[in-house]
């Protein structure tokens, strides 16, 4: 769901001058904001630039210079001109100026996700070709948004049925095989 989100408004919003997408998702237990998915034109070549894979890559939420952990603590927008700016400590800014270059956005704004009790389930980072944003943008981006936070909030109500769900059977059935069971 997320690369596909991802892919889906980088290529519908490209006429607005989106260059790339990514998504962050909320791992409270561990206390990190992880890289979910991105999307951008060149994708490929930006994929080689990251030190190991992207879904790999986190940050912890303690880490408040950080403008993506900002948007997840604040629970507001924030922007930027330097992807490093979002990205440190987990990404050195040589990494990140060229990804930058490579992607050829000149401004980041990211949105927090959240879930219907008003949690922060995560961030979306889009990468813009401007460093102005029209309102026209700010209200495409926004409504994006808004529809992915319903589809993460539907995902994770199927992840938590389906834990309970695995929790039922192995009460009722130790010896049942868990790996029959839809994930």
């Given at each position: 769901?997320?690369?596909?989100?991802?892919?889906?408004?980088?290529?519908?919003?490209?006429?607005?001058?989106?260059?790339?997408?990514?998504?962050?998702?909320?791992?409270?237990?561990?206390?990190?904001?992880?890289?979910?998915?991105?999307?951008?034109?060149?994708?490929?070549?930006?994929?080689?630039?990251?030190?190991?894979?992207?879904?790999?890559?986190?940050?912890?939420?303690?880490?408040?210079?950080?403008?993506?952990?900002?948007?997840?603590?604040?629970?507001?927008?924030?922007?930027?001109?330097?992807?490093?700016?979002?990205?440190?400590?987990?990404?050195?800014?040589?990494?990140?100026?060229?990804?930058?270059?490579?992607?050829?956005?000149?401004?980041?704004?990211?949105?927090?996700?959240?879930?219907?009790?008003?949690?922060?389930?995560?961030?979306?980072?889009?990468?813009?070709?401007?460093?102005?944003?029209?309102?026209?943008?700010?209200?495409?981006?926004?409504?994006?948004?808004?529809?992915?936070?319903?589809?993460?909030?539907?995902?994770?109500?199927?992840?938590?049925?389906?834990?309970?769900?695995?929790?039922?059977?192995?009460?009722?059935?130790?010896d049942s095989h868990q790996e029959n069971i839809p994930t």
């Open positions: 769901l997320a690369e596909q989100s991802v892919k889906l408004m980088t290529e519908e919003l490209r006429s607005e001058g989106v260059l790339g997408t990514a998504m962050f998702r909320v791992h409270s237990q561990e206390n990190l904001l992880y890289a979910y998915a991105f999307s951008s034109r060149l994708f490929d070549a930006v994929n080689k630039l990251f030190p190991r894979k992207f879904s790999e890559l986190s940050v912890s939420l303690k880490e408040t210079s950080n403008l993506l952990v900002r948007t997840v603590a604040t629970r507001d927008e924030q922007e930027g001109d330097r992807l490093f700016d979002f990205s440190k400590p987990t990404l050195n800014q040589m990494t990140c100026d060229a990804i930058q270059r490579t992607i050829g956005f000149s401004h980041l704004i990211s949105y927090p996700l959240r879930l219907k009790q008003g949690k922060p389930a995560g961030s979306l980072l889009f990468g813009l070709e401007n460093k102005e944003i029209t309102e026209r943008q700010r209200i495409f981006l926004g409504t994006f948004r808004s529809q992915l936070e319903l589809a993460l909030e539907n995902v994770i109500e199927f992840e938590q049925v389906v834990e309970r769900y695995k929790r039922s059977i192995a009460k009722t059935s130790p």
